[in-house]
């Protein structure tokens, strides 16, 4: 079955960075795009970014550019968020996602708490 499975949240002081990690099973990483959304309290879920299939194009959210890049390793079914220069406003929880066959699948989610 598929499985998302994704690590690396933490607390982090604002101007820090984390690294978030999203290991994939259950089907063909290499034939899918892949994406991390966030869902803070009390709001609704939004994309962050997405990566096509074979890493070659990128788009983002708006609150995020230029701070955040997706990334992804084919070899080890592995997507990654680096996330730089993190703001109070980016603390929230993050999932990783895959539309397979018409269908969303989400992880579990990790914690991200940006706060001095």
């Known amino acids: 079955q598929v499985q998302l499975v994704e690590s690396g949240g933490g607390l982090v002081q604002p101007g820090g960075s984390l690294r978030l990690s999203c290991a994939a099973s259950?089907?063909?990483?290499?034939?899918?795009?892949m994406s991390w959304y966030r869902q803070a309290p009390g709001k609704e879920r939004e994309l962050v970014a997405a990566?096509?299939?074979?890493?070659?194009?990128?788009n983002y959210g708006d609150s995020v550019k230029g701070r955040f890049t997706i990334s992804r390793d084919n070899a080890k079914n592995t997507v990654y968020l680096q996330m730089n220069s993190l703001k109070p406003e980016d603390t929230a929880v993050y999932y990783c996602?895959?539309?397979?066959?018409?269908?969303?699948?989400w992880g579990q989610g990790t914690q991200v708490t940006v706060s001095s």
């Open positions: 259950g089907f063909t990483f290499s034939y899918y795009a």
């Open positions: 996602n895959a539309l397979l066959w018409g269908k969303h699948y």
């Open positions: 990566i096509t299939n074979t890493g070659g194009s990128t």
